[in-house]
Nanobody, 124 residues
Framework: QVQLVESGGGMVQPGGSLRLSCTGS????????IGWFRQAPGKEREGVSC????????EYADSVKARFTISRDNARNTVSLQMNSLEPGDTAVYYC?????????????????WGQGTQVTVSS
């Protein structure tokens, strides 16, 4: 069964750090561009970061630049999102996603396969 599985969420105080992981089951993640998204209660889902195939491009939302870092660990079939200097505004469910059948290695405009999400809560 093909799955994207997120892990690493939790509760942290403002200024703290978390590392989220997106692990592929039944698919090899280094063949796909992988995006991280988040959705806070009552808000629309927003893109956080993306990494293209072979790291051909890496993108960040302005709100997380210089605080978040996306990376691949191909040996573990994982894409990670290192989140530092967390703020209460980062509280959300975080999802990883990809586009099956993407014609290009760059970060896609549309995603058609999603994980189940992991909760991140930043609170004192």
């Amino acid at each position: 069964q093909v799955q994207l599985v997120e892990s690493g969420g939790g509760m942290v105080q403002p200024g703290g750090s978390l590392r989220l992981s997106c692990t592929g089951s039944g698919l090899t993640l280094d063949h796909y561009a992988i995006g991280w998204f988040r959705q806070a209660p009552g808000k629309e889902r927003e893109g956080v970061s993306c990494i293209g195939v072979s790291d051909v491009d890496i993108e960040y939302a302005d709100s997380v630049k210089a605080r978040f870092t996306i990376s691949r660990d191909n040996a573990r079939n994982t894409v990670s999102l290192q989140m530092n200097s967390l703020e209460p505004g980062d509280t959300a469910v975080y999802y990883c996603a990809t586009e099956f059948g993407a014609p290009f290695p760059q970060c896609p405009l549309n995603y058609n396969y999603w994980g189940q999400g992991t909760q991140v809560t930043v609170s004192s």
